[in-house]
């Protein structure tokens, strides 16, 4: 019987995330493939549920649907935040993505949407929230 993922496995592995579009969001680096840790909030859950029980040596493509990716954008997400929040000397503009320090000291990723002389509009959604992703994968080895 075949080596298979299990839920805290070890593996090496090549993957490259698109969206529906074909547009190419990520994918490995590594030529010898990437390593990752299941069961350690790696990557997503309902991805890293989707790798259980697949083979080593598997190439696989799976289709993950908005509502069991990253949601749909939430528009109570979308924020005005004082321009006095931010450092002066930094430069801001409409689709940059920032990073924001939660009290808990989180950092979250925050978009412009846009700007005035008193606030910054802050889109603090998932930037994949609302999207349908493609995964294509190979398991290379599990350890």
């Known amino acids: 019987m075949s080596n298979t993922v299990q839920k805290n496995s070890h593996i090496r592995w090549h993957y490259q995330l698109f969206l529906a579009d ?15 840790q299941l069961g350690q909030g790696q990557i997503h859950p309902n991805l890293e549920k989707a790798l259980i029980g697949l083979p080593e040596g598997e190439k696989i493509r799976l289709i993950i649907l908005a509502d069991q990716a990253f949601g749909f954008p939430d528009p109570e997400a979308i924020q005005s935040v004082p321009r006095t929040q931010f450092p002066t000397e930094q430069a801001l503009s409409e689709g940059q993505i920032i990073s924001f320090s939660l009290p808990s000291g989180q950092e979250i990723p925050g978009k412009i ?5 008193d606030s910054v509009s802050v889109d603090f959604n998932h930037p994949l929230a609302g999207h349908n992703l493609t995964f294509e994968l ?5 350890a």
């Open 22 to 36: 074909g547009h190419l969001v990520e994918a490995s680096e590594d030529a010898e493939g990437d390593v990752l």
């Open 113 to 117: 949407l846009a700007l005035t002389a």
């Open 138 to 142: 190979e398991i290379m080895e599990i």
